[in-house]
Structures are given as structure tokens and as C-alpha cells.
């Protein structure tokens, strides 16, 4: 799946929050100031549930030790991008599953080729998957990146460039695979024969991700906007509400307005926001806190659980 966009702008989103919020360890927006690109990796990154307590853990461990940055500043920048990915997903799943008709989870594995998916892949239509996701990160990207005028994006990202740009694309697409592989670090057994050098290969291909999303259909919406679609996937009444208090004090943040600690508090009231991307944003902010609790010793644990089901959430009925 994508929202790689929502997913980003509630990470940037956050991290504006969490400068202006007192109650958030300071440790978290300086290690993200220091290490940008890291922080929007732990955005992206799947699994998080599995990383960010260790990462937290080992950051906490040595966080006064001067020797130990910089490499210290990546793992809790990383540890932060993933907790507003966690956020971000606990909201995000349950919408595109609704607005979309298909179960996210088996969606996920159609798109991929995975085997446990086989049979079922009539229960998903794609098409209608990618471009509900890509009504999503659209409207982002006109809200939180205004378009490509704010960083890290240019006016060219969502940009219909025809043929050649198709090509550029497909070449992006092989060296941000040559960076995934890049990675991890994969060594063919010493010595080998040809068996066992042919199952390394295979392992090693279980880790290339398919480029399975049709960009053109985030193109098409960001350029050509259908009003019916917009109604259909609640964007501008469920997916991002203006009026929701959190999106308010984010946005007046991004304007360089100042922006009170009473004002935050009261914006992030668990349950006060009513849009996805709203209660997004309030559930980034819950989990730093309880990161802030885990930090000084106020909680044994992060508690930043994904099994959260929105109270508008509707299970898609399943297809014949």
C-alpha cells in the first residue's frame, strides 16, 4: 500500500507539535532536527511494533554519553518516525478498508503477490484501493506540502510529465530498490556450491518489494480532481477536517504563528478530533507522550498499540 504522503505529513505534522508541546522529551526534537532523513525512514518503515521499544530503550541507555552520537541520533529519530507511523496506520488502515471495500491486511497481500492471499484476490479491486489512497496523500500534499511548495517536495512531484517522465520514474523506482537491498546485508554462504548459492538468491529476492502502485492514478487525482470521488471517499467531510482543533494548531505552527502549551493540550484531547487525519495527529501526539513516560521512568513500556478500532469504522462486506 502507499499513503506515503499521509503518512509523512503526520510525521511533520507531529514533529511541529512536538516542538511546541512541553510535555514531550526535548530529546526526541532534537535527535529529529539533527537527523531529518531518518525520521521520515522510521515514518515508512513497517514492523515498528518489533523496533521501537529496543530502539527507545538503547537511546535512553545512552543518550548523555557524548560518544555516543551521532549514531545515537538516528536510532531515536528512527524510533520517533516510527511511533507517527504507528499513529498513523491505527487510523489509516480502518479508513482505506471502509472507503475502499477491501480488508487492508488482504489488500496489502494481493498487491504484493503474497501466497497466503491466492484465491482471495477477487475479494480486492485494486484500481479502487490506489486511487482512494491516492485522493488521501493528494489532499495532503495540497494541504500540509501546499502543492510542492514546502519541503522536501517541488511543484514537479505530482507534475503529469508524460512519456519521458514515465521513464525517469522507472528508473527511480530501480535505484530505490538498489537502496532497500543496500540495506541489509546479504553475503552468499563461503564456501558454496551452486544449490546453495541458488537458495541464497532466493532469499535474497524475498526481500525485493514489487513496485505494485500505478503512480498515474496519484497523477490523475492530484491534476484532475473528481468531485465524485472526492464525495465518495469522505475527503474533505471524514478523511481532513480543517476545523478539527489539532489540524488548526498544526496548521497555524507550519504559518510560524505562535501557538500556546493550553492550546495544544486542549487540541489533543483523546477522542476531540473527528477527521482520519485529525485523529491521527492526536494519536501521534498520545503515543510521544507515553514515549515521554517510558523515558523518565513513568511507564515500564511504550504503549503505542495498533489494535484500535475507530468508532466510525465499518468492516467492507466481503465480495462472492
Not at 509523512?8 to 510535555?23: E, F, G, H, N, Q
Not at 502543492?147 to 530501480?174: H, M, N, V, Y
Not at 471524514?238 to 504559518?255: G, M, S, T
Amino acid at each position: 500500500m502507499s499513503d506515503m504522503l499521509t503518512h509523512w505529513a503526520i510525521c511533520d505534522d507531529s514533529l511541529r507539535l512536538m516542538k511546541a508541546d512541553a510535555r514531550v522529551e526535548r530529546a526526541f526534537t532534537e535527535a529529529c532536527d539533527r537527523q531529518p532523513q531518518v525520521v521520515r525512514l522510521g515514518a515508512c518503515t513497517r514492523g515498528g511494533g518489533k523496533w521501537m521499544h529496543p530502539l527507545l530503550a538503547e537511546s535512553m541507555k545512552r543518550w548523555d554519553d557524548p560518544e555516543a552520537h551521532p549514531e545515537i541520533d538516528k536510532k531515536l529519530a528512527w524510533a520517533v518516525g516510527g511511533i507517527t507511523h504507528q499513529a498513523c496506520d491505527t487510523v489509516a488502515k480502518p479508513y482505506l478498508s471502509m472507503h475502499a471495500g477491501s480488508e487492508w491486511n488482504l489488500t496489502h497481500d494481493v498487491l504484493m503477490g503474497s501466497p497466503k492471499a491466492r484465491g482471495r484476490e477477487h475479494e480486492v479491486d485494486a484500481v479502487e484501493v490506489m486511487t482512494c489512497s491516492a485522493y488521501c496523500d493528494v489532499h495532503v500534499f495540497r494541504k500540509v506540502y501546499l502543492s510542492g511548495d514546502e519541503t522536501p517536495f517541488t511543484r514537479l512531484f505530482l507534475a503529469d510529465l508524460g512519456t519521458a517522465g514515465k521513464a525517469f520514474e522507472a528508473f527511480i523506482g530501480t535505484m530505490f530498490q538498489r537502496s532497500l537491498l543496500a540495506a541489509h546485508t546479504f553475503k552468499p554462504p563461503q564456501p558454496h556450491d551452486d544449490e546453495a548459492f541458488l537458495g541464497w538468491f532466493d532469499h535474497l529476492m524475498e526481500y525485493v518489494q514489487p513496485l505494485y502502485l500505478d503512480t498515474s492514478i496519484w497523477v490523475k487525482a492530484f491534476n484532475h480532481p473528481d468531485p465524485k470521488l472526492m464525495e465518495r471517499y469522505a475527503i474533505e467531510t471524514k478523511f481532513y477536517l480543517d476545523n478539527d482543533p489539532v489540524i488548526e494548531v498544526a496548521r497555524a505552527l507550519h504559518q510560524g504563528k505562535s501557538v500556546s502549551q493550553s492550546s495544544i493540550e486542549s487540541a489533543t484531547v483523546d477522542g476531540l478530533n473527528q477527521s482520519m487525519y485529525g485523529q491521527g495527529l492526536e494519536l501521534s501526539m498520545r503515543y510521544l507522550h507515553n514515549a515521554t513516560d517510558l523515558w523518565h521512568g513513568r511507564a515500564e513500556k511504550l504503549v503505542a498499540p495498533l489494535a484500535y478500532q475507530p468508532v466510525w469504522f465499518e468492516k467492507p462486506a466481503v465480495q462472492a
